[in-house]
C-alpha cells in the first residue's frame, strides 16, 4: 500500500502546487504508515522532493511528447498506481489538475473527491473535509471505496517539509490511442501567474480606465504579487482575460487577496472567496465588497494606493 502524488511542473521546474500536493501527500502517508510515491514528467531536477517527504520518485521522459497531455499522463500514472498498489492518489485543483483527476479516478477505479481542503478524519471509511458552493461551504464526504483520487485545493495545507532519501525510478510513458496531441503553447505573461501566486492584487472599473492601472502593477511590484482584474474591467478590454478573476473567471486561492475599486459582485466573491485574507480599496463604503473583506479601506484608490507603495517600500 501507498500514497502517489502526482507532481506538477512548468518548463522542467517544480511548481508550487507541486509542492503542496508532495506535503499533503507526505502527512497522509505519516497516518497510515506507507512510502509516499511521486510521479514527475521530464522534470530536470527532482532533488527539492527529498526535502518535501517523497520515498520513491517517478520521473517519466516523455519524448518528443513535451505538453501535458490527459490521456497519456492518465496511462502512466494509472500504470505506476496498480504498481505500488496505492489506495490513495492525489492531484492538485489547477487547470490540468481538475482535467486530470476524474478521468484518473475512472481509470483507476476510484472514488474522486474535488476542492479537499483538509488532511482526511477518517481512513476506514475514508473520510475527508471539502468546500462546497463555490466555497460558501464546507462538507464531510464518505467512500467506501478501496482506492480514492484527491484533489487538493489551492493553499489549503500550504508547503511543509520533511528530509527523505527518496529513490529515483524512471517511470515508462505509457502511449495511448488519443489522436490528442499539443503543438505549442501560447503564455499570456511571463508575470507571476495567478494559480501560482501568494498574493494577488486586483483592480476594477473604480480606476476609470487603462491608462491608470500602473497602479496595479506598482504595487504587485512592491509585494511580489500576480495582478488580476474583475470580469467588466476585461470585458471593456482594459485587460486580457488572462486576469479575470471570479466565478466566470479563473479561481483565486491566494493568501492575500487585495481589490482596489472592485464593488464585490457575488460572481467575483464567489470566485475569490478560497483567499485566506482579503482587503479591499473602495471610495465606496456600501459597496458589497466590504463585507466579505477582512480588512477594508474607504478611500480614492488614486491617494490611497500611492501612499500604500510608499510605507509598503519604506519597509523593505
Same mark, same amino acid.
Not at 123 to 151: D, H, I, L, M, W
Given at each position: 500500500?501507498?500514497?502517489?502524488?502526482?507532481?506538477? %511542473? &512548468?518548463?522542467?521546474?517544480?511548481?508550487?502546487? =507541486?509542492?503542496?500536493?508532495?506535503?499533503?501527500?507526505?502527512?497522509?502517508?505519516?497516518?497510515?504508515?506507507?512510502?509516499?510515491?511521486?510521479?514527475?514528467?521530464? @522534470?530536470?531536477?527532482?532533488?527539492?522532493?527529498?526535502?518535501?517527504?517523497?520515498?520513491?520518485?517517478?520521473?517519466?521522459?516523455?519524448?518528443?511528447?513535451?505538453?501535458?497531455?490527459?490521456?497519456?499522463?492518465?496511462?502512466? @500514472?494509472?500504470?505506476?498506481?496498480?504498481?505500488?498498489?496505492?489506495?490513495?492518489?492525489?492531484? %492538485?485543483?489547477?487547470?490540468?489538475?481538475?482535467?486530470?483527476?476524474?478521468?484518473?479516478?475512472?481509470?483507476? &477505479?476510484?472514488?474522486?473527491?474535488?476542492?479537499?481542503?483538509?488532511?482526511?478524519?477518517?481512513?476506514?471509511?475514508?473520510?475527508?473535509?471539502?468546500?462546497?458552493?463555490?466555497?460558501?461551504?464546507? *462538507?464531510?464526504?464518505?467512500?467506501? &471505496? =478501496?482506492?480514492?483520487?484527491?484533489?487538493? %485545493?489551492?493553499?489549503?495545507?500550504?508547503?511543509?517539509?520533511?528530509?527523505?532519501?527518496?529513490?529515483?525510478?524512471? =517511470?515508462?510513458?505509457?502511449?495511448?490511442?488519443?489522436?490528442? #496531441?499539443?503543438?505549442?503553447? !501560447?503564455?499570456?505573461?511571463? #508575470?507571476?501567474?495567478?494559480? !501560482?501566486?501568494?498574493?494577488?492584487?486586483?483592480?476594477?472599473?473604480?480606476?476609470?480606465?487603462?491608462? *491608470?492601472?500602473?497602479?496595479?502593477? !506598482?504595487?504587485?511590484?512592491?509585494?511580489?504579487?500576480?495582478?488580476?482584474?474583475?470580469?467588466?474591467?476585461?470585458?471593456?478590454?482594459?485587460?486580457?482575460? %488572462?486576469?479575470?478573476?471570479? &466565478?466566470?473567471?479563473?479561481?483565486?486561492?491566494? *493568501?492575500?487577496?487585495?481589490?482596489?475599486?472592485?464593488?464585490?459582485?457575488?460572481?467575483?466573491?464567489?470566485?475569490?472567496?478560497?483567499?485566506?485574507? #482579503?482587503?479591499?480599496? *473602495?471610495?465606496?463604503?456600501?459597496?458589497?465588497?466590504? #463585507?466579505?473583506?477582512?480588512?477594508? @479601506?474607504?478611500?480614492?484608490?488614486?491617494?490611497?494606493?500611492?501612499?500604500?507603495?510608499?510605507?509598503?517600500?519604506?519597509?523593505?
Amino acid at each position: 500500500m501507498s500514497v502517489v502524488v502526482y507532481i506538477e %511542473s &512548468q518548463n522542467g521546474i517544480i511548481k508550487k502546487a =507541486g509542492l503542496e500536493v508532495a506535503s499533503y501527500g507526505r502527512a497522509i502517508a505519516n497516518s497510515t504508515k506507507t512510502a509516499l510515491i511521486a510521479v514527475t514528467f521530464n @522534470i530536470e531536477d527532482t532533488s527539492i522532493l527529498n526535502s518535501h517527504g517523497a520515498d520513491k520518485v517517478y520521473n517519466i521522459n516523455t519524448a518528443e511528447d513535451s505538453f501535458f497531455n490527459v490521456d497519456r499522463y492518465c496511462a502512466s @500514472i494509472v500504470g505506476i498506481v496498480e504498481q505500488e498498489n496505492a489506495k490513495v492518489v492525489v492531484v %492538485s485543483a489547477s487547470a490540468d489538475g481538475r482535467y486530470l483527476g476524474p478521468i484518473l479516478a475512472v481509470r483507476a &477505479q476510484a472514488a474522486y473527491f474535488s476542492n479537499v481542503v483538509a488532511l482526511p478524519s477518517s481512513y476506514e471509511p475514508f473520510t475527508v473535509k471539502r468546500s462546497c458552493y463555490t466555497n460558501k461551504a464546507f *462538507n464531510e464526504s464518505v467512500s467506501e &471505496q =478501496g482506492r480514492v483520487v484527491v484533489s487538493l %485545493s489551492s493553499n489549503a495545507f500550504g508547503i511543509v517539509e520533511q528530509e527523505t532519501a527518496a529513490e529515483q525510478l524512471t =517511470g515508462d510513458y505509457i502511449e495511448s490511442n488519443s489522436s490528442l #496531441k499539443v503543438t505549442s503553447i !501560447d503564455k499570456a505573461t511571463d #508575470k507571476i501567474t495567478i494559480a !501560482d501566486a501568494d498574493i494577488v492584487v486586483s483592480g476594477g472599473r473604480g480606476l476609470k480606465g487603462p491608462e *491608470n492601472w500602473h497602479l496595479i502593477e !506598482d504595487l504587485a511590484e512592491v509585494l511580489g504579487a500576480a495582478t488580476a482584474c474583475s470580469k467588466p474591467v476585461s470585458d471593456l478590454g482594459w485587460r486580457p482575460h %488572462s486576469e479575470h478573476v471570479g &466565478q466566470t473567471g479563473k479561481p483565486v486561492a491566494s *493568501n492575500l487577496y487585495i481589490a482596489i475599486g472592485v464593488s464585490g459582485a457575488i460572481q467575483h466573491l464567489a470566485g475569490i472567496n478560497s483567499s485566506k485574507v #482579503k482587503v479591499v480599496i *473602495n471610495s465606496d463604503p456600501e459597496a458589497p465588497f466590504f #463585507k466579505a473583506a477582512d480588512y477594508g @479601506i474607504v478611500g480614492d484608490a488614486f491617494e490611497v494606493v500611492p501612499q500604500l507603495i510608499e510605507k509598503l517600500k519604506a519597509i523593505q
